[in-house]
């Protein structure tokens, strides 16, 4: 993925105030937070972002270009500062999932990486697609992500008229697991650790499971994605037209 230089970056992003911006109005009590850049001279000086909780400061490490401006990349930057949001807000939670709309329904699919999320929702072919890697849900809507972040966004084959749409189902995604293992999870909620992007910094993560577990208001299902993806699909339709 391409670096891209501060300059090239919609700083109004998150926070409400200054310049970045919330994507939604933010609650009543929401606080702000601070997002600083820390320059290395080589690549070799690179760490990895620092958050800390008590002053709600994110620190992202990146090179600088001739110009003395930062250079980073647009996946890496959206990644983190979504984070931050997540852990701040009040409202909502930030999960590694991908969320769509298919026949009028809201799905979200949750899993780590190389539980098979891109390759399901690849196959809902007439689908209007929200985020195909992130979303924020308060566990009755699910709100886009990809659409932050820089002004010439790479995710503009997503549906920009949509930013948010209610959850109908959530599957959570286990590729040890053939589709015929299908479970309705009794109790709505998951662990952090799956809704958690295992790609960010493991340091990250303390900090997003001091937060309470998303509780979904809707029907939640562990689904197998080993073998045929196409099985998976099949199941979810099934679920969808049943109900």
Known sequence: ???????????????????????????????????????????????????????????????????GRPLFSEHELRQNVAFLVGIISKKFWFIHAAG????????????????????????????QVLDDDHLFTDGNIMRRVSNIGTKNNSSERLNDDITEHSIDYVFLLNNQKDPSSLQEI???????????????????????????????????????????????KEIIESIIIES
């Open 1 to 67: 993925m391409p670096n891209i230089r501060v300059g090239d970056v919609d700083l109004k992003l998150f926070l409400p105030s200054g310049s970045w911006d919330y994507l939604y109005p933010p609650a009543d009590g929401e606080v702000e937070a601070k997002v600083t850049f820390s320059y290395c001279k080589t690549p070799l000086e690179y760490k990895e972002p620092i958050f800390d909780p008590d002053i709600k400061q994110l620190t992202i490490y990146c090179q600088i270009d001739i110009d």
């Open 100 to 127: 769509f709309i298919y026949k009028g329904k809201g799905i979200i699919l949750i899993g780590n990486s190389g539980n098979g999320k891109s390759t399901l929702l690849s196959l809902f072919e007439e689908a």
């Open 186 to 232: 009794n109790q709505r909620t998951i662990s952090h650790e799956m809704a958690f992007d295992d790609r960010l910094p493991a340091s990250f993560f303390m900090d997003y499971a001091k937060k309470p577990l998303i509780i979904f208001s809707c029907p939640v299902y562990e689904l197998g994605t080993k073998s045929d993806p196409r099985r998976s």
